[in-house]
């Protein structure tokens, strides 16, 4: 049996789509023909991106660069994409730290643009997806959620709570023809996991480039590359996976259930 995906033609919806995940899915989907309309903060690189994928692909992509943390501009975004058959929830950065270090402002604001931003974006297009009996709804969540570590405090319980909200919505959804699904990518090779393990190492060892030393007890000794989890966004995208709802994907390695040696 040969998978084809059967994704032509679609129409995707990338949240947080300048970089890392979000650049990489919308890589994914115009290689197998969707139409893209991306959306981040950083409007030079999103003109970059559609044209590089417009040149590559010969697809339609637009752009909405928005600071999807305001509700206002999730308003406008809805408004200028009703008619979409993938949502891709991907923009967010929970800040880290414990629960001493995240103030009530910083933890807030990362919830608004995360947490708040994946239920204001599933409420709405799960009403019109609803409304045409078809739609695929995916939350890129993240493995903190499963791990629940003190030193993230914010983001750990963050991710567990869309954990809890895909698990719930899918769980009724697919009855309506949508279907609601998350993937828990863990560690991932991106500007961000880059940026904080210098970052730490420069704390803890006086020097950004001993960041390799955090990697060792990782699975394979590296994080995970996008390339390693495009491929799950497209299939559960697809119809391949029709019978997958409220369903979550962790791709860390096993690392949830890693022992420390």
Sequence with gaps: MALELNLKGKTVLVTGASKGLGLAAAKGFAAEGCNLRLSSRDTDKLEANAAALRAAHGVNVRVYPLDLS???????????CPDIDILVNNAGMIPGGSIDDVD???WRAGWELKVFGYIHFTRAYLKLMRARGKGVIVNMIGAAGES??????AGAVGNASLMAFT???????IDYGVRVVGINPGPTDTDRIGFLSRKKAKEMFGDENFYPQFYKNYPLQRPASVDEVTPTVLFLASDLSSYISGAIVTINGGMTYRRQR
């Design 70 to 80: 305001q509700p206002a501009a999730r308003d406008a975004l809805i408004a200028a």
């Design 104 to 106: 009530d402002a910083a």
């Design 148 to 153: 629940l570590d003190y030193d993230y405090a």
């Design 167 to 173: 698990r719930a919505i899918g769980s009724r959804s």
